[in-house]
T-cell receptor
Framework: DGGITQSPKYLFRKEGQNVTLSCEQN?????MYWYRQDPGQGLRLIYY???????QKGDIAEGYSVSREKKESFPLTVTSAQKNPTAFYLC?????????FGQGTRLTVV | EDQVTQSPEALRLQEGESSSLNCSYTVSGLRGLFWYRQDPGKGPEFLFTLYSAGEEKEKERLKATLTKKESFLHITAPKPEDSATYLCAVISDNYGQNFVFGPGTRLSVLP
């Protein structure tokens, strides 16, 4: 089945720790995105990538990093510099307009 | 700066009670408007794309329409399984391939 797979579904981070969220797609889409969703707010763009080996900062990139070494993969690292990382993280891919989303990763700082 | 607002923030309907959700946008050069459904703890599910004023799309009990300033998602005779948060997003000339999302409308349909 074609789709976007995010893992893990739940992730717990200790203070000062970096964590990496996985996003894999087999839709052959060029564009991939990472969004953060907080209660009562819309999705906010963290990073996006239009092609392999290229990515751009979104509206809230501080404290996050990404890589795009393969078309299928777009992992997101939440670094210790992100002071309020507890949120629901969504990965998406797109071609010709419509974006298709993974099932999300809920990150909690403990 | 592109902006997308949605109203109401939350809506409670009785089963069978039809209503509409609103998505208002202020963008420079609309390329497309998208509706998504999101269930709690899950990723958004694509519903519709609208590209130009006057366009309409339908799927089961849902119908999306578009004007130059807003879009409506009409829900006819809703069922409890229609309960979800409905998100609106736009792509415009300002942001290329990037989506600007509204905050969503949380719909509850009571049996």
């Amino acid at each position: 089945d074609g789709g976007i797979t995010q893992s893990p579904k739940y992730l717990f981070r200790k203070e000062g720790q970096n964590v990496t969220l996985s996003c894999e797609q087999n839709l052959n889409h060029d564009a991939m995105y990472w969004y953060r969703q907080d209660p009562g707010q819309g999705l906010r763009l963290i990073y996006y990538s239009q092609i392999v080996n290229d990515f751009q900062k979104g509206d809230i990139a501080e404290g996050y990093s990404v890589s795009r070494e393969k078309k299928e993969s777009f992992p997101l690292t939440v670094t210790s510099a992100q002071k309020n990382p507890t949120a629901f993280y969504l990965c998406a891919s797109s071609i010709s307009g419509e974006a298709f989303f993974g099932q999300g990763t809920r990150l909690t700082v403990v | 700066e592109d902006q997308v607002t949605q109203s109401p923030e939350a809506l409670r309907l009785q089963e069978g009670e039809s209503s509409s959700l609103n998505c208002s946008y202020t963008v420079s050069g609309l390329r497309g408007l998208f509706w998504y459904r999101q269930d709690p703890g899950k990723g958004p599910e694509f519903l519709f794309t609208l590209y130009s004023a006057g366009e309409e799309k339908e799927k089961e009990r849902l119908k999306a329409t578009l004007t130059k300033k807003e879009s409506f998602l009409h829900i006819t005779a809703p069922k409890p399984e229609d309960s979800a948060t409905y998100l609106c997003a736009v792509i415009s000339d300002n942001y290329g391939q990037n989506f600007v999302f509204g905050p969503g409308t949380r719909l509850s349909v009571l049996p």
